[in-house]
């Protein structure tokens, strides 16, 4: 499966952005869909996921919850991430990511190319 993410860009704080992540190469319902992120000169971190087919299940990073939400349109083969109440520090490339396992932790198999968000305060 390929991943193309977009979205991304300069956003003021208190707003708000959202990322998408569209594959291609099969249906992105047969597989754990999540978004991690890496800030400048920081390791990347896991940010937020969501199960298999009907996305029942989502996990979030302590950092992000109750700003951040994920969710999947699997007719699109297309998957979100809505980020409101931006910070400086969400400021980091993001990726999307797409892995075989059921676990929301796992490691994940497939991987997109950033897109960077930009917080300023």
């Known amino acids: 499966v390929q991943l193309q993410a977009s979205g991304g860009g300069l956003v003021q704080a208190g707003g708000s952005l959202r990322l998408s992540c569209a594959a291609s190469?099969?249906?992105?319902?047969?597989?754990?869909m999540g978004w991690f992120r890496q800030p400048p000169g920081k390791e990347r971190e896991r940010t937020a996921a969501i199960s298999r087919n009907d996305g029942y299940s989502t996990y979030y990073a302590d950092s992000v919850k109750g700003r951040f939400t994920i969710s999947r349109d699997n007719a699109k083969n297309t998957v979100y991430l809505q980020m409101n109440s931006l910070k400086p520090e969400d400021t980091a490339v993001y990726y999307c990511?797409?892995?075989?396992?059921?676990?929301?932790?796992?490691?994940?198999?497939?991987w997109g190319q950033g897109t960077q968000v930009t917080v300023s305060s």
């Open positions: 190469g099969r249906s992105s319902a047969a597989y754990l």
């Open positions: 990511a797409a892995g075989t396992a059921y676990s929301l932790t796992s490691e994940y198999n497939y």
